[in-house]
Protein backbone atom coordinates (compact mmCIF):
# COMPACT_ATOMS: atom_id res chain seq x y z
CA UNK A 1 0.00 0.00 0.00
CA UNK A 2 0.84 3.51 -0.57
CA UNK A 3 -0.68 6.78 0.85
CA UNK A 4 0.45 10.28 2.05
CA UNK A 5 0.51 10.51 5.16
CA UNK A 6 1.09 6.94 7.36
CA UNK A 7 -0.74 6.94 10.64
CA UNK A 8 0.39 4.51 13.67
CA UNK A 9 -2.48 4.10 15.99
CA UNK A 10 -6.08 4.86 15.68
CA UNK A 11 -7.10 6.29 19.14
CA UNK A 12 -8.73 9.34 19.30
CA UNK A 13 -5.03 11.45 18.17
CA UNK A 14 -5.09 9.58 14.97
CA UNK A 15 -7.90 9.12 13.77
CA UNK A 16 -9.06 13.13 14.13
CA UNK A 17 -5.44 13.37 12.22
CA UNK A 18 -6.81 11.39 9.45
CA UNK A 19 -9.74 13.47 9.63
CA UNK A 20 -7.94 17.14 9.33
CA UNK A 21 -6.21 15.62 6.84
CA UNK A 22 -9.48 14.23 4.58
CA UNK A 23 -11.28 17.65 4.79
CA UNK A 24 -7.67 19.03 3.56
CA UNK A 25 -7.71 16.87 0.79
CA UNK A 26 -4.33 14.60 2.17
CA UNK A 27 -4.38 11.01 2.02
CA UNK A 28 -3.78 8.91 4.96
CA UNK A 29 -4.31 5.05 6.17
CA UNK A 30 -4.27 4.13 9.59
CA UNK A 31 -2.90 1.41 11.19
CA UNK A 32 -4.11 0.10 14.52
CA UNK A 33 -2.66 -3.39 16.69
CA UNK A 34 -6.07 -3.88 18.10
CA UNK A 35 -9.90 -4.49 17.26
CA UNK A 36 -12.34 -1.91 16.47
CA UNK A 37 -14.98 -2.50 19.18
CA UNK A 38 -11.88 -2.77 21.73
CA UNK A 39 -10.32 0.57 20.35
CA UNK A 40 -13.64 1.96 21.07
CA UNK A 41 -15.08 0.50 24.08
CA UNK A 42 -12.08 1.71 25.95
CA UNK A 43 -13.10 3.67 28.99
CA UNK A 44 -10.75 6.83 29.73
CA UNK A 45 -10.97 9.96 29.74
CA UNK A 46 -14.19 12.45 30.56
CA UNK A 47 -13.58 15.80 29.93
CA UNK A 48 -13.29 18.24 26.66
CA UNK A 49 -12.29 21.66 27.10
CA UNK A 50 -13.89 24.46 25.21
CA UNK A 51 -11.57 24.54 22.38
CA UNK A 52 -11.55 20.68 21.71
CA UNK A 53 -15.29 20.92 21.72
CA UNK A 54 -14.83 24.25 18.48
CA UNK A 55 -12.10 22.15 17.49
CA UNK A 56 -14.29 19.01 16.66
CA UNK A 57 -16.83 21.28 15.14
CA UNK A 58 -14.69 22.67 13.07
CA UNK A 59 -13.75 19.49 11.48
CA UNK A 60 -16.95 18.02 10.95
CA UNK A 61 -17.83 15.91 14.04
CA UNK A 62 -19.24 18.39 16.75
CA UNK A 63 -22.94 16.89 16.07
CA UNK A 64 -23.19 14.80 18.58
CA UNK A 65 -21.50 16.57 21.37
CA UNK A 66 -23.46 19.82 21.10
CA UNK A 67 -26.76 16.92 21.24
CA UNK A 68 -25.39 15.12 24.23
CA UNK A 69 -22.37 16.39 26.30
CA UNK A 70 -22.59 18.04 29.16
CA UNK A 71 -21.68 21.87 29.32
CA UNK A 72 -20.14 22.30 32.71
CA UNK A 73 -19.12 25.84 34.45
CA UNK A 74 -18.00 25.26 37.67
CA UNK A 75 -15.62 22.78 39.65
CA UNK A 76 -16.62 22.58 43.38
CA UNK A 77 -13.20 22.00 45.42
CA UNK A 78 -13.62 20.91 48.84
CA UNK A 79 -11.03 20.58 52.16
CA UNK A 80 -11.03 21.14 55.71
CA UNK A 81 -14.51 20.63 55.47
CA UNK A 82 -16.21 23.11 53.39
CA UNK A 83 -16.77 23.91 49.89
CA UNK A 84 -14.75 26.01 47.64
CA UNK A 85 -16.27 26.44 44.00
CA UNK A 86 -14.90 28.24 41.27
CA UNK A 87 -17.26 28.92 38.71
CA UNK A 88 -14.81 29.20 35.56
CA UNK A 89 -17.36 30.50 33.01
CA UNK A 90 -17.51 33.72 35.18
CA UNK A 91 -13.80 33.66 35.93
CA UNK A 92 -12.73 33.42 32.03
CA UNK A 93 -16.30 33.46 30.03
CA UNK A 94 -14.77 30.29 28.82
CA UNK A 95 -16.54 26.08 29.85
CA UNK A 96 -15.58 22.53 29.74
CA UNK A 97 -17.99 19.31 28.60
CA UNK A 98 -18.32 16.39 29.67
CA UNK A 99 -18.08 14.12 26.69
CA UNK A 100 -16.29 10.42 27.23
CA UNK A 101 -13.49 9.63 25.01
CA UNK A 102 -15.32 6.44 23.68
CA UNK A 103 -17.30 8.73 22.30
CA UNK A 104 -15.30 11.25 21.04
CA UNK A 105 -13.78 8.30 19.26
CA UNK A 106 -17.13 6.67 17.96
CA UNK A 107 -17.80 10.31 16.43
CA UNK A 108 -14.01 9.95 14.72
CA UNK A 109 -14.86 6.41 13.71
CA UNK A 110 -17.91 7.37 11.71
CA UNK A 111 -16.25 9.99 10.35
CA UNK A 112 -13.59 7.73 8.79
CA UNK A 113 -16.32 5.59 7.17
CA UNK A 114 -18.17 8.47 5.77
CA UNK A 115 -14.24 9.52 4.43
CA UNK A 116 -14.21 5.78 2.54
CA UNK A 117 -10.28 5.79 3.51
CA UNK A 118 -8.91 3.08 5.44
CA UNK A 119 -8.10 2.28 8.85
CA UNK A 120 -6.69 -1.65 9.18
CA UNK A 121 -7.20 -2.78 12.42
CA UNK A 122 -5.95 -5.75 14.13
CA UNK A 123 -2.67 -5.17 12.36
CA UNK A 124 0.16 -4.20 15.06
CA UNK A 125 3.32 -1.96 13.43
CA UNK A 126 6.06 -3.98 14.25
CA UNK A 127 9.02 -1.55 12.55
CA UNK A 128 9.73 2.16 10.88
CA UNK A 129 12.18 2.59 7.81
CA UNK A 130 13.72 5.54 5.96
CA UNK A 131 12.77 8.23 8.55
CA UNK A 132 16.00 10.06 7.64
CA UNK A 133 16.61 9.96 3.92
CA UNK A 134 14.56 8.15 1.44
CA UNK A 135 10.61 7.46 1.76
CA UNK A 136 9.31 6.41 5.15
CA UNK A 137 7.92 2.23 5.30
CA UNK A 138 5.67 0.98 7.94
CA UNK A 139 6.25 -2.63 8.44
CA UNK A 140 3.09 -4.10 10.39
CA UNK A 141 1.45 -7.62 10.44
CA UNK A 142 -2.24 -8.83 9.61
CA UNK A 143 -3.66 -12.28 10.33
CA UNK A 144 0.29 -13.47 10.38
CA UNK A 145 0.96 -11.78 7.00
CA UNK A 146 4.12 -8.99 7.18
CA UNK A 147 2.91 -6.05 5.19
CA UNK A 148 3.84 -2.67 4.70
CA UNK A 149 2.91 0.88 3.73
CA UNK A 150 4.65 3.75 1.64
CA UNK A 151 4.37 6.91 2.72
CA UNK A 152 5.67 10.88 2.70
CA UNK A 153 5.29 10.89 6.44
CA UNK A 154 5.03 9.08 9.41
CA UNK A 155 2.32 10.47 12.42
CA UNK A 156 3.29 8.18 15.43
CA UNK A 157 -0.04 8.54 17.58
CA UNK A 158 0.20 4.82 18.96
CA UNK A 159 -0.09 5.96 22.80
CA UNK A 160 2.14 5.79 25.38
CA UNK A 161 3.35 1.80 24.85
CA UNK A 162 3.57 2.42 21.08
CA UNK A 163 6.55 1.76 18.71
CA UNK A 164 7.02 4.83 17.14
CA UNK A 165 9.23 6.26 19.58
CA UNK A 166 11.54 3.98 19.87
CA UNK A 167 12.74 4.72 16.33
CA UNK A 168 13.86 7.78 17.47
CA UNK A 169 17.38 7.50 18.15
CA UNK A 170 18.27 7.66 22.01
CA UNK A 171 20.64 10.28 21.33
CA UNK A 172 18.24 12.10 19.97
CA UNK A 173 15.84 12.28 22.67
CA UNK A 174 15.62 13.67 25.97
CA UNK A 175 12.86 12.12 28.19
CA UNK A 176 11.26 13.37 31.54
CA UNK A 177 9.90 11.08 33.37
CA UNK A 178 8.39 11.13 36.94
CA UNK A 179 6.13 8.31 38.71
CA UNK A 180 3.72 9.48 41.60
CA UNK A 181 3.32 7.23 44.29
CA UNK A 182 -0.10 6.49 44.17
CA UNK A 183 -2.84 5.95 41.61
CA UNK A 184 -6.54 6.36 41.25
CA UNK A 185 -9.33 3.80 41.87
CA UNK A 186 -11.71 4.83 38.84
CA UNK A 187 -15.44 3.64 39.65
CA UNK A 188 -18.88 4.02 37.18
CA UNK A 189 -21.75 4.08 39.21
CA UNK A 190 -25.31 4.29 38.41
CA UNK A 191 -26.01 6.71 41.12
CA UNK A 192 -27.45 10.60 40.42
CA UNK A 193 -24.64 13.43 40.60
CA UNK A 194 -25.63 14.91 43.82
CA UNK A 195 -24.60 18.30 42.84
CA UNK A 196 -24.43 19.47 38.68
CA UNK A 197 -20.64 20.49 39.35
CA UNK A 198 -17.35 18.21 39.05
CA UNK A 199 -16.07 17.86 42.69
CA UNK A 200 -12.67 17.41 43.82
CA UNK A 201 -12.38 16.18 47.81
CA UNK A 202 -8.96 17.27 48.91
CA UNK A 203 -8.97 15.54 52.41
CA UNK A 204 -6.10 14.41 54.72
CA UNK A 205 -6.85 10.87 53.99
CA UNK A 206 -6.41 11.17 50.40
CA UNK A 207 -7.91 12.49 47.18
CA UNK A 208 -11.54 11.87 46.00
CA UNK A 209 -13.57 13.39 42.55
CA UNK A 210 -17.16 13.25 41.47
CA UNK A 211 -17.33 13.26 37.96
CA UNK A 212 -20.46 13.07 35.48
CA UNK A 213 -21.22 10.88 32.63
CA UNK A 214 -25.02 11.30 32.62
CA UNK A 215 -27.88 12.63 34.93
CA UNK A 216 -27.89 9.35 35.98
CA UNK A 217 -24.23 7.88 36.22
CA UNK A 218 -21.34 9.12 37.87
CA UNK A 219 -17.77 8.53 37.46
CA UNK A 220 -16.00 8.35 40.90
CA UNK A 221 -12.13 8.58 41.55
CA UNK A 222 -10.39 7.39 45.12
CA UNK A 223 -6.31 8.53 45.70
CA UNK A 224 -5.54 4.97 45.89
CA UNK A 225 -1.63 2.80 46.61
CA UNK A 226 -0.27 2.57 42.78
CA UNK A 227 -0.43 -1.39 42.67
CA UNK A 228 -3.91 -1.63 44.23
CA UNK A 229 -6.37 -4.86 43.68
CA UNK A 230 -9.90 -3.37 42.79
CA UNK A 231 -10.92 -6.47 44.43
CA UNK A 232 -9.68 -5.04 47.81
CA UNK A 233 -12.48 -2.37 47.74
CA UNK A 234 -15.84 -3.48 47.90
CA UNK A 235 -18.42 -1.81 47.49
CA UNK A 236 -19.08 -0.29 51.21
CA UNK A 237 -15.42 0.54 51.83
CA UNK A 238 -15.73 2.61 48.37
CA UNK A 239 -18.83 4.21 49.57
CA UNK A 240 -17.55 5.09 52.85
CA UNK A 241 -14.32 6.44 51.76
CA UNK A 242 -15.69 8.66 49.32
CA UNK A 243 -18.67 10.01 52.14
CA UNK A 244 -15.74 10.53 54.31
CA UNK A 245 -13.66 12.43 51.73
CA UNK A 246 -16.40 14.39 49.61
CA UNK A 247 -19.05 15.09 51.67
CA UNK A 248 -19.48 18.32 53.38
CA UNK A 249 -21.90 20.02 56.13
CA UNK A 250 -24.74 22.25 54.78
CA UNK A 251 -24.19 20.19 51.13
CA UNK A 252 -26.62 17.04 49.72
CA UNK A 253 -24.68 13.64 50.53
CA UNK A 254 -23.14 12.25 48.07
CA UNK A 255 -26.02 9.93 46.15
CA UNK A 256 -25.19 5.87 46.00
CA UNK A 257 -25.69 3.78 43.53
CA UNK A 258 -25.00 0.15 41.99
CA UNK A 259 -21.42 0.30 41.13
CA UNK A 260 -20.87 -0.99 37.44
CA UNK A 261 -16.58 -0.92 36.94
CA UNK A 262 -13.68 -0.35 38.75
CA UNK A 263 -10.09 0.06 38.31
CA UNK A 264 -7.16 1.19 38.83
CA UNK A 265 -4.94 3.76 36.91
CA UNK A 266 -1.19 4.77 37.59
CA UNK A 267 -0.04 8.26 37.84
CA UNK A 268 2.75 9.61 35.86
CA UNK A 269 4.46 12.35 34.40
CA UNK A 270 5.78 11.72 31.20
CA UNK A 271 7.50 13.89 28.20
CA UNK A 272 9.76 12.99 25.17
CA UNK A 273 11.73 16.36 23.27
CA UNK A 274 11.74 16.40 20.29
CA UNK A 275 8.19 15.47 19.52
CA UNK A 276 9.99 14.73 16.01
CA UNK A 277 12.67 12.90 13.96
CA UNK A 278 13.35 13.35 10.42
CA UNK A 279 9.93 12.54 8.46
CA UNK A 280 8.58 10.96 12.08
CA UNK A 281 6.20 12.89 13.78
CA UNK A 282 4.94 12.01 17.05
CA UNK A 283 0.95 13.19 18.62
CA UNK A 284 -0.73 12.47 21.48
CA UNK A 285 0.19 9.92 24.32
CA UNK A 286 3.51 8.83 22.35
CA UNK A 287 4.80 12.07 23.03
CA UNK A 288 3.52 12.89 26.53
CA UNK A 289 1.44 11.90 29.52
CA UNK A 290 0.24 13.97 32.66
CA UNK A 291 -1.70 12.68 35.59
CA UNK A 292 -5.28 12.74 35.41
CA UNK A 293 -5.87 15.82 37.60
CA UNK A 294 -6.62 18.60 35.28
CA UNK A 295 -8.02 16.06 32.46
CA UNK A 296 -5.94 16.75 29.68
CA UNK A 297 -4.41 13.78 27.96
CA UNK A 298 -7.49 13.27 25.58
CA UNK A 299 -7.29 17.27 25.32
CA UNK A 300 -3.21 17.61 24.42
CA UNK A 301 -3.88 14.87 21.99
CA UNK A 302 -6.04 16.38 19.94
CA UNK A 303 -4.31 19.83 19.97
CA UNK A 304 -1.40 18.45 18.71
CA UNK A 305 -3.21 16.80 15.46
CA UNK A 306 -4.43 20.38 15.02
CA UNK A 307 -1.16 21.53 14.97
CA UNK A 308 0.58 18.52 12.75
CA UNK A 309 -2.27 18.63 10.62
CA UNK A 310 -2.08 22.33 9.61
CA UNK A 311 1.77 21.87 8.88
CA UNK A 312 0.78 18.96 6.76
CA UNK A 313 -1.24 21.59 4.99
CA UNK A 314 1.42 23.97 4.62
CA UNK A 315 3.62 21.68 2.94
CA UNK A 316 1.43 19.77 0.78
CA UNK A 317 -0.72 22.77 -0.85
CA UNK A 318 2.03 25.19 -0.24
CA UNK A 319 5.64 23.38 0.15
CA UNK A 320 5.97 25.66 3.12
CA UNK A 321 7.98 23.09 5.44
CA UNK A 322 8.30 25.51 7.62
CA UNK A 323 5.60 24.41 10.06
CA UNK A 324 6.56 20.62 10.26
CA UNK A 325 9.90 22.25 10.95
CA UNK A 326 8.67 23.90 13.97
CA UNK A 327 5.94 21.21 15.05
CA UNK A 328 7.75 19.94 17.81
CA UNK A 329 8.72 23.74 19.08
CA UNK A 330 5.24 24.61 18.93
CA UNK A 331 3.61 21.59 20.43
CA UNK A 332 6.11 21.47 23.31
CA UNK A 333 5.69 25.33 24.52
CA UNK A 334 2.03 24.63 25.13
CA UNK A 335 2.65 21.36 26.68
CA UNK A 336 5.24 22.41 29.03
CA UNK A 337 2.67 24.39 30.51
CA UNK A 338 0.12 21.81 30.39
CA UNK A 339 2.44 19.37 32.32
CA UNK A 340 3.30 22.38 34.90
CA UNK A 341 -0.64 22.18 35.57
CA UNK A 342 -1.56 18.86 35.87
CA UNK A 343 1.65 18.11 38.02
CA UNK A 344 0.78 20.99 40.19
CA UNK A 345 -2.76 20.09 40.97
CA UNK A 346 -1.86 16.59 41.07
CA UNK A 347 0.88 17.69 44.26
CA UNK A 348 -2.12 20.36 45.41
CA UNK A 349 -4.53 18.13 45.89
CA UNK A 350 -3.19 14.15 46.76
CA UNK A 351 -1.38 13.01 49.75
CA UNK A 352 2.30 12.07 50.02
CA UNK A 353 2.87 9.31 52.57
CA UNK A 354 5.13 11.06 55.22
CA UNK A 355 4.76 14.80 54.14
CA UNK A 356 5.84 16.38 56.95
CA UNK A 357 3.22 18.90 58.99
CA UNK A 358 4.92 22.02 57.21
CA UNK A 359 4.28 20.59 54.04
CA UNK A 360 0.54 19.52 54.54
CA UNK A 361 -0.39 23.12 55.84
CA UNK A 362 1.48 24.83 52.68
CA UNK A 363 -0.63 22.31 50.67
CA UNK A 364 -3.59 24.00 52.04
CA UNK A 365 -2.58 27.31 51.94
CA UNK A 366 -2.18 26.77 48.23
CA UNK A 367 -5.81 25.25 47.76
CA UNK A 368 -6.98 28.51 49.87
CA UNK A 369 -5.06 31.00 47.48
CA UNK A 370 -6.40 28.95 44.21
CA UNK A 371 -9.80 29.32 44.97
CA UNK A 372 -10.18 32.07 47.31
CA UNK A 373 -8.16 34.75 45.46
CA UNK A 374 -8.45 36.13 42.08
CA UNK A 375 -5.30 35.24 40.64
CA UNK A 376 -5.88 31.83 41.68
CA UNK A 377 -9.23 31.29 40.60
CA UNK A 378 -8.12 32.69 37.00
CA UNK A 379 -5.43 30.77 36.53
CA UNK A 380 -7.03 27.93 37.47
CA UNK A 381 -9.70 28.41 35.03
CA UNK A 382 -7.41 29.61 31.75
CA UNK A 383 -6.09 26.27 32.43
CA UNK A 384 -8.63 23.70 32.78
CA UNK A 385 -11.36 25.16 30.44
CA UNK A 386 -7.56 25.42 27.95
CA UNK A 387 -4.93 27.32 26.64
CA UNK A 388 -5.03 28.51 22.96
CA UNK A 389 -3.20 26.21 20.61
CA UNK A 390 -1.24 28.31 18.36
CA UNK A 391 -2.14 26.47 15.22
P1 LIG B 1 -4.21 6.22 22.73
O1 LIG B 1 -5.62 6.51 23.10
O2 LIG B 1 -3.40 5.40 23.66
O3 LIG B 1 -4.24 5.52 21.30
C1 LIG B 1 -3.09 4.91 20.75
C2 LIG B 1 -3.54 3.80 19.81
O4 LIG B 1 -2.38 3.22 19.21
C3 LIG B 1 -4.24 2.66 20.54
O5 LIG B 1 -5.48 2.39 19.91
C4 LIG B 1 -3.28 1.48 20.45
O6 LIG B 1 -3.95 0.24 20.37
C5 LIG B 1 -2.53 1.82 19.17
N1 LIG B 1 -1.20 1.20 19.10
C6 LIG B 1 -0.28 1.06 20.08
N2 LIG B 1 0.81 0.42 19.64
C7 LIG B 1 0.58 0.14 18.34
C8 LIG B 1 1.33 -0.53 17.33
N3 LIG B 1 2.54 -1.05 17.59
N4 LIG B 1 0.80 -0.66 16.11
C9 LIG B 1 -0.42 -0.14 15.81
N5 LIG B 1 -1.19 0.51 16.74
C10 LIG B 1 -0.68 0.64 17.99
N6 LIG B 1 -7.07 11.46 30.18
C11 LIG B 1 -7.82 12.41 30.69
O7 LIG B 1 -7.73 13.55 30.23
N7 LIG B 1 -8.71 12.14 31.73
C12 LIG B 1 -8.86 10.87 32.23
O8 LIG B 1 -9.66 10.64 33.12
C13 LIG B 1 -8.07 9.84 31.68
N8 LIG B 1 -8.17 8.57 32.11
C14 LIG B 1 -7.37 7.61 31.56
C15 LIG B 1 -7.46 6.29 32.01
C16 LIG B 1 -6.63 5.29 31.47
C17 LIG B 1 -6.71 3.87 31.97
C18 LIG B 1 -5.70 5.63 30.47
C19 LIG B 1 -4.77 4.59 29.86
C20 LIG B 1 -5.63 6.95 30.01
C21 LIG B 1 -6.45 7.93 30.56
N9 LIG B 1 -6.40 9.25 30.10
C22 LIG B 1 -7.17 10.20 30.64
C23 LIG B 1 -5.51 9.67 29.04
C24 LIG B 1 -6.22 9.72 27.70
O9 LIG B 1 -7.09 8.64 27.57
C25 LIG B 1 -5.13 9.71 26.63
O10 LIG B 1 -4.38 10.89 26.80
C26 LIG B 1 -5.66 9.62 25.21
O11 LIG B 1 -6.23 8.36 24.97
C27 LIG B 1 -4.50 9.88 24.23
O12 LIG B 1 -4.90 9.55 22.94
P2 LIG B 1 -3.84 8.97 21.90
O13 LIG B 1 -4.62 8.80 20.64
O14 LIG B 1 -2.63 9.80 21.92
O15 LIG B 1 -3.39 7.55 22.49
C1 LIG C 1 -12.37 13.47 34.95
C2 LIG C 1 -12.73 14.74 35.32
C3 LIG C 1 -11.78 15.63 35.77
O1 LIG C 1 -12.06 16.90 36.14
C4 LIG C 1 -10.44 15.23 35.84
O2 LIG C 1 -9.52 16.10 36.28
C5 LIG C 1 -10.09 13.95 35.47
C6 LIG C 1 -11.06 13.06 35.03
C7 LIG C 1 -13.41 12.52 34.44
O3 LIG C 1 -14.57 12.91 34.31
O4 LIG C 1 -13.08 11.36 34.16
Not at 125 to 154: A, F, K, M, Q, T
Not at 213 to 230: A, K, W
Not at 232 to 248: F, N, Q, S
Request: aromatic share 8%; proline share 6%.
Amino acid sequence: MRTQVGIVGAGPAGLMLAQILHLQGIDSVLIERASQEHVRSRLRAGVLEQGTVEMMREFGVGERVMKVGLRQRAIDFRFNGESHPIDFESVCGRNTWVYPQHEVVSDLMAARERSGLPVVYDAPVSRIEGLDGGRPVIHYERDGEPLRLECDYVAGCDGFRGISRSWIPADRLKVYDRIYPFGWLGILADAKPAIQDITWGCHEDGFAMMSIRSPTVTRLYLQCEPDENPDDWPDDRIWAELHKRLDVPGLPRLEEGRITQKGVTAMRSFLAEPMQYGRLFLAGDAAHIVPPTGAKGLNSALADVKVLARALTEQYRNENGQWLERYSDICLKRMWLVQRFSSGLCTMTHQFRGDEPFVRRLQRADLEYMTMHAPGRLEFSENFTGLPVEA
